[in-house]
């Protein structure tokens, strides 16, 4: 480690012309000094590369990297490899930081020798010109007030404490490279959320800035459908990953209700940002086997967070989407308040599957034998 480097910060670039000097220039003037500042050009076919050597021209503290459109998560994994730092974090191209981000990040993670500090962040609209106040995540309030916490303290929340971006996240190098984190870089989309799922399920102290120190820049909707259009049968297969990283390390069983949540909620949030023809296609990729190696059918149903995830669930379990959309027409979709012993073991026997589906379900109507779900 290069003693005098406090912080290191990775930027992936590809064809980020338009929002990069505004990056470059949140990042220069930070009020910590002790930085280095780690360019991954990924093969960019605009300007981006000459103007961070124009930067660089004026910076010492920046690197640069290139590399032949590799990817985001090989990008970050080349970064992650050159850093000098105690601590790394990670900028997008398109986002910008407030000045005082990295002073404050720092001061926090020395200060209570953490593997992983947090900020708030909020969200920039590139059309309005306008900021809004981010979506919380689900549990939050697990990081405020200054505590420091782990999945010792929160097995069912620590996942859900804080989103799945990298970018408002600190990571202490050492941890980083004891734990051999990376990105993967099969991954296309929700790359991110595997990191960061990872470094939360093993680290040891976690806390958070209560202050909004980064800004994410979001276009229209239509980029945003692009996107999904084109990604997102990838999403059961970053759950996936999640829960073999979980397993592989010994921490999926006392954070089995973490990921449950996580992963049934997630799936159940992009399967209504879709079109029609995609939901058919995401939900019969859950309904064919992801949604059964999530473990969804051996919870109960009080373990659900959320009613209508819980419906979510026990409806892809059951039935593929064309036959959901016709009992939805007739006005029969399955809801577990309303779901009778007799009419599960009926639903079952007349399931050409029923075998598969009576082990598959053990467990998870465990609030039709007399329990209730929690609120």
């Known amino acids: 480690m290069n003693a005098n480097i406090k912080v ?43 103007i961070i050597k124009e930067y660089q021209q004026k910076d010492d503290r920046i690197r640069i990297v290139t590399e032949n459109n590799a990817g985001v998560s090989t990008a970050r994994n080349k970064g992650i490899s050159r850093v000098r730092g105690d601590y790394v974090i990670f900028l997008d191209a398109d986002d910008f930081f407030e000045p005082t981000l990295l002073e404050r990040m720092y001061e926090i993670a020395v200060r209570e020798d953490l593997d992983i500090a947090v900020c708030k962040y909020d969200v920039y609209n590139d059309k309005q010109s306008d900021f809004s ?30 989103t799945g971006y990298v970018w408002n996240k600190l990571f202490k190098t050492s941890f980083i490279r004891e734990k051999e984190l990376v990105f993967a870089p099969e991954l296309y989309v929700f790359e991110d959320v595997h990191f960061v ?12 800035v209560e202050e909004v120190l980064v800004h994410h820049r979001v276009y229209n909707d239509q980029s945003r459908t692009k996107l999904f259009r084109k990604y997102y049968s990838q999403v059961p297969v970053v759950y996936h990953k999640v829960k073999e990283f979980l397993t592989s390390h010994g921490v999926y069983i006392p954070l089995k209700n973490a990921f449950l949540n996580l992963s049934a909620s997630r799936c159940y949030k992009i399967y209504n940002l879709l079109w029609n023809d995609g939901k058919a296609d995401f939900w019969d990729l859950l309904h064919g086997g992801f949604a059964d190696s999530f473990g969804w059918y051996s919870h109960e149903a009080e373990d659900f967070e959320d009613k209508d995830v819980c419906d979510f669930a026990a409806n892809v379990g059951l039935y593929t989407h064309s036959q959901y959309e016709r009992r939805l027409k007739k006005g029969r979709e399955l809801n577990i308040d309303k779901l009778t012993k007799k009419e599960l073991v009926r639903k079952i026997k007349n399931n050409k599957n029923g075998e598969r589906l009576s082990e598959k379900f053990k467990g998870f109507f465990g609030k039709i034998f007399g329990k209730k779900r929690k609120k």
């Not at 290191?8 to 930085?35: C, G, H, K, W």
């Not at 799922?197 to 958070?208: F, P």
């Open 197 to 208: 799922c990872s470094a939360m399920s093993l680290a040891s102290r976690i806390a958070a």
């Open 133 to 162: 106040p981010a979506i919380p995540a689900p549990h939050q309030e697990i990081l405020n007030d200054g505590a420091v916490v782990s999945k010792c303290e929160y097995p069912d929340y620590i996942l859900q404490c804080t």
């Open 8 to 50: 290191s910060v990775i930027i992936p670039i590809y064809n980020a012309f338009d929002y990069l000097r505004p990056a470059m220039d949140t990042v220069i003037d930070q009020t910590l000094r002790e930085i280095e500042i780690i360019c991954i050009d990924d093969g960019s076919t605009d300007k981006s590369l000459s």
